[in-house]
């Protein structure tokens, strides 16, 4: 008969697995949409003042494809969620909280990258569902 700690400890074994494969596709959901409109996220990058833009996509298309798939093959995954960690709070203040500003519905996109952008520590796909949505919101704004 197994006893309750086992049970326990294969539960979290599961869940820390699904965890990293939900959090790794949001991070290589994000780098394949890149590589597959690079003009276009090029585009977007200069319209937000990113520096090196055409350089910029593809470090970001790099960080978020390999950094997902280390995630999702558990390669060293406490570095690597370090790593995407500073990079959603980097990429959150310095590129999408501006887009956000820009968008439509900016006041509600910023408050929202805020919130969520403090909280990256402990949840870092609710961070970049929130970063993504904004992002998605002020692309399809006119005059962004």
Do not use: N
């Not at 833009?53 to 558990?74: C, D, F, Q, S, Y």
């Amino acid at each position: 008969m197994q006893g309750e700690g086992d049970v326990m400890e294969r539960t979290h074994d599961y869940l820390l697995a699904l965890g990293r494969v939900l959090m790794s596709g949001l991070f290589v959901w994000g780098g394949y949409g890149k590589l597959m409109a690079a003009s276009a996220t090029t585009q977007s990058f200069t319209e937000v003042g990113v520096p090196l833009p055409g350089l910029m996509v593809w470090v970001a298309t790099l960080v978020e494809l390999v950094g997902g798939i280390m995630l999702l093959v558990g390669f060293k995954t406490q570095w690597v969620a370090g790593v995407l960690a500073i990079w959603t709070l980097i990429t959150g203040f310095a590129v999408h909280l501006v887009a956000g500003v820009s968008a439509a519905d900016g006041k509600r996109c910023s408050a929202t990258l805020r919130r969520s952008e403090i909280r990256v520590a402990v949840a870092v796909p609710r961070t970049t569902a929130s970063i993504h949505r904004c992002a998605s919101a002020a692309s399809r704004s006119p005059g962004v």
